[in-house]
Nanobody
């Protein structure tokens, strides 16, 4: 399994950005895929996850209402739509995948596979 995150960049506060996570190596029916971020000097932070088969999503309170996770089964790609970006959203954003049907998906330790990260910088 390989995950390739992309779409990061430099934006202004209030802008929107969509990150992509292209997955390959197998079909992901039954898997859970999540988004995390890590700002300099801080621990990796859970943002949300999506269940590949059901499209059901769950978000951290810190991003609920601003960030939306979706996926395109035909393209084997997960997305993170980020609206109303703030300087404090500046971080490296990672996608992750887990094959287990049950788990603590808000914990980074649950995930077996990780993308390489994509940097998002939000200027004020």
């Amino acid at each position: 399994v390989q995950l390739q995150a992309s779409g990061g960049g430099f934006v202004q506060a209030g802008d929107s950005l969509r990150l992509s996570c292209a997955a390959s190596g197998r079909t992901f029916s039954g898997w859970v895929m999540g988004w995390f971020r890590q700002a300099p000097g801080k621990e990796r932070e859970f943002l949300g996850y999506i269940r590949w088969s059901t499209h059901s999503t769950y978000y951290a309170d810190s991003v609920k209402g601003r960030f939306t996770i979706s996926r395109d089964n035909a393209k084997n790609t997960m997305y993170l739509q980020m609206n109303g970006l703030k300087p404090e959203d500046t971080a490296v954003y990672y996608c992750a995948a887990d094959s287990h049907p049950y788990g603590s998906y808000s914990s980074s330790q649950t995930y077996d596979y990780w993308g390489q990260g994509t940097l998002v910088t939000v200027s004020s």
